[in-house]
């Protein structure tokens, strides 16, 4: 049975979702989704875990400072390894899809002492994607809605007639053929109608380094990214639904130059909202990971 409560911790309070007793699992979603993303892992590990999901800051019932700058990297990270010795964990296993996904990877970078394990869907290393927007003109033109996203029309364009843009942009297909219910969608516009919920799931993107897509003349001039950044240590596994159109199948090359023991599962027949398609199959990849 999944519960509710709230943790007061690095100055917001974040909501979160919670299920079962045992190690701690803590499943981080992306934009623009909120907890429920991971309702079937919550049930599916609750079994064993003490499985939690939090909305991130700025999402649904959390709190939304105003600053963009509070959604910086560092901010991200500290919420989830406060929240977890908020839990009474020191050590965990971290899941993560899209932008959860990037501050998951970061988390692992600089709090490798935090981790059992790393589980990322769908979300690109910082450095490799940062790479591909340096070089590959498709993954610009597939990440240009990120333009749209940092600037200040993005809030009204994907509001207006009850959110229907932000629905067909992020979601049309999965609607159109089903993994979506009714109750889904309503699900989404209550959090999405949150006071201050979109404009703080936007401000990920408006916090975000994106020079390489905004100017990337510019960018491959200066060092990569991926010559500053740490190794990652903790055993992770890769889940790739190869159907994503935003992020393209160069975001995974290359990953073993940044991770120390990786596994990469690819799904030919997913696409980026692989957690919603196939719900059963993440959570066998993962169950059969931690093993």
């Keep these: ?8 911790v690095n100055g917001v ?20 989704e909120y907890w429920d993303m991971w309702k079937e892992q919550l049930e599916e590990f609750g079994k064993d875990y003490l499985a939690v999901a939090p909305d991130m800051r700025g999402y649904n019932l959390s ?3 105003q600053e963009v700058s509070q959604y910086k990297q560092r901010y991200l990270m500290e919420d989830i390894r406060l929240l977890a010795e908020h839990l009474g964990f020191r050590k965990f296993i971290l899941a993560a899809h899209n932008w959860g996904g990037a501050v998951a990877w970061t988390f692992a970078m600089f709090y490798p002492q935090c981790l059992e394990k790393l589980v990322i ?14 070089n590959s003109p498709e993954q610009r033109e597939a990440s240009s809605y990120m333009l749209l996203f940092r600037s200040p029309e993005a809030e009204k364009k994907l509001s207006d007639n009850n959110y ?8 049309g297909e999965i609607i159109k053929n089903g993994v979506l219910t009714g109750d889904d ?20 993107y408006r916090a975000a380094n994106v020079e390489a897509l905004e100017n990337p003349v510019d960018a491959v001039k200066k060092p ?3 010559e500053s950044l740490p190794e990652v240590s903790v055993p992770t596994l890769v889940i790739w639904g190869e159907k994503d159109s935003a992020l393209l199948p160069g975001c995974i090359e290359g990953l073993e130059n940044y991770i120390t023991d990786c596994t990469i599962k690819r799904i030919p027949d997913a696409s980026h909202w692989i957690v919603r398609e196939k719900p059963g199959l993440v959570s066998q990849l993962i169950r059969d990971f931690l093993k």
């Excluded at 919670?18 to 699992?25: N, Q, R, S, Y």
């Design 121 to 134: 869907v769908n979300a690109p290393h910082p450095a490799i994607f940062e790479r591909e927007l340096r």
């Design 13 to 32: 309070s974040l909501h979160y979702a919670h299920c079962g007793k045992g190690p701690l699992i803590i499943f981080l979603h992306g934009f623009p």
């Design 185 to 204: 969608v309503k699900g989404y516009i209550t959090a999405w109608s949150q006071p201050g919920a979109l404009t703080g799931g936007l401000n990920y």
């Design 63 to 65: 709190s939304k400072p």
């Design 224 to 226: 990569a990214l991926g």
């Design 1 to 8: 049975m999944i519960e509710h409560a709230y943790a007061d």
């Design 164 to 171: 229907s843009y932000l629905l067909k942009m992020a979601f």
